[in-house]
Every structure is written in C-alpha cells, then in structure tokens.
C-alpha cells in the first residue's frame, strides 16, 4: 500500500465520500445546486461598454472597477 503524504505510519483512513464532476454512482438524495437559473432583466453590461451612469467612460474604467 502506498503511504499517504504527510503519514508517516501505513493504516487505513475512513474518508467521507466527496462528490464531484467526475462522481459516477446512484444519488438518491437531494443536491442543493439543483436550483433555477438566475435570468437577468436587463442584458450584461460589458468591460468595454460605455457606463450607464452617462460619464462617457467605459464601463471598467467608471463603475466596474
């Protein structure tokens, strides 16, 4: 068995299941993330679209900083 880093004794270590994008078993319970998407009212203002505050600056150099 290979030895975990930082262990300097060779045992076996009960570690919590973690799940991840690669998690390929049976879920029977209910995940949080599952939620709606946000849908914004209004389109996103770019970095380089003029401010809508009027400046006349682009948006990253007025209010997106």
Request: hydrophobic letters at 15%; aromatic letters at 4%.
């Amino acid at each position: 068995m290979a030895r975990m880093p930082g262990h300097d004794h060779d045992h076996e270590h009960a570690h919590e299941h973690v799940h991840g994008p690669d998690c390929d078993h049976d879920h029977d319970h209910e995940h949080a993330h599952a939620r709606t998407p946000y849908v914004r009212e209004e389109p996103k203002i770019g970095r380089n679209d003029p401010c809508p505050c009027g400046s006349g600056k682009k948006f990253k150099k007025c209010h997106g900083a």
